[in-house]
């Protein structure tokens, strides 16, 4: 059952990444990039679908126990599994931190997850053969809450995703040590950020010479987006250029609002 999830899912992480690579349209100004998170989703909803339904079966089989005892077959697929499962982990998680692509770091955790419920199952096949009552039912229990557990704890992430989740504290730093490096710039007052799949939204606001003109307010504003943009996973950025304060020398913006650092929303 959870090999057939895992079939469904990966069919799902594919077709969400296939979507999330379509460039902005009408309907969606912003691309794809959140179909990622509702694949994620999917994922985590077949987990948790196929870990109660494993539960089920393993509680029915203590209510009405059988006499087959598990084939050697059985064992010898339970360990090819698990081996097999470890080797593909360790690939998609290298592939997923190389992309930073959740979907497919979800997948890697579904397999490293295989490797503990086949792990679970082994021990419970080989109990069973030896004559211990119920010790294959009580290893399908113990796959099913993990499956089901680790389903929930996608879900949530995948939810996260999907209500603008902030971009990590140092993609922050980074967008702002960008921003303040730009000639022209007297110090950075706000910086919003929103995750888009891997990609990252980002609104800045900037503090320039309140004596300069509107066209070199914007020339310095185009710097600050080009210099961000060549971040790694930056989608967009929006730039808002505000005045340094009249009474403020421009050394002081650095450190405005009272002598605040600005401010960064993460």
Do not use: C
């Amino acid at each position: 059952m959870h090999s057939a999830a895992d079939l469904a899912a990966s069919a799902a992480v594919v077709v969400g990444l296939r979507i999330s690579r379509l460039p902005p349209d009408e309907g969606h100004n912003y691309g794809h990039a959140k179909a990622e998170a509702v694949s994620q989703k999917v994922v985590a909803v077949l987990l948790i679908l196929a870990g109660f339904e494993l539960g089920t079966d393993a509680l029915n089989t203590f209510r009405h126990p059988a006499v087959t005892v598990p084939s050697v077959t059985t064992l010898v697929v339970s360990m090819a599994v698990m081996i097999l499962k470890e080797v593909m982990y360790w690939h998609q998680r290298g592939v997923a931190q190389r992309t930073g692509s959740h979907a497919l770091m979800a997948s890697a955790l579904d397999n490293r997850v295989d490797v503990i419920s086949s792990a679970m199952a082994t021990a419970g096949i080989l109990g069973s053969r030896i004559g211990i009552p119920h010790f294959d039912a009580l290893g399908a229990l113990a796959v099913a809450g993990l499956v089901v557990w680790l389903g929930i704890q996608l879900f949530g992430q995948a939810a996260n995703d999907l209500m603008d989740r902030a971009a990590s504290p140092e993609t922050v730093r980074g967008i702002l040590q960008a921003a303040e490096q730009v000639r022209g710039v007297l110090g950075v007052s706000e910086v919003r950020t929103r995750m888009s799949g891997v990609q990252v939204l980002v609104d800045i606001k900037i503090v320039v010479e309140r004596e300069i003109s509107l066209l070199e307010a914007h020339e310095i504003a185009l710097r600050v987006k080009d210099a961000i943009m060549h971040l790694a996973r930056i989608q967009d950025v929006m730039v808002h250029v505000n005045p340094a304060p009249a009474t403020q020398a421009a050394s002081e913006v650095k450190a405005s609002d009272g002598g605040k650092p600005p401010q960064a929303v993460v």
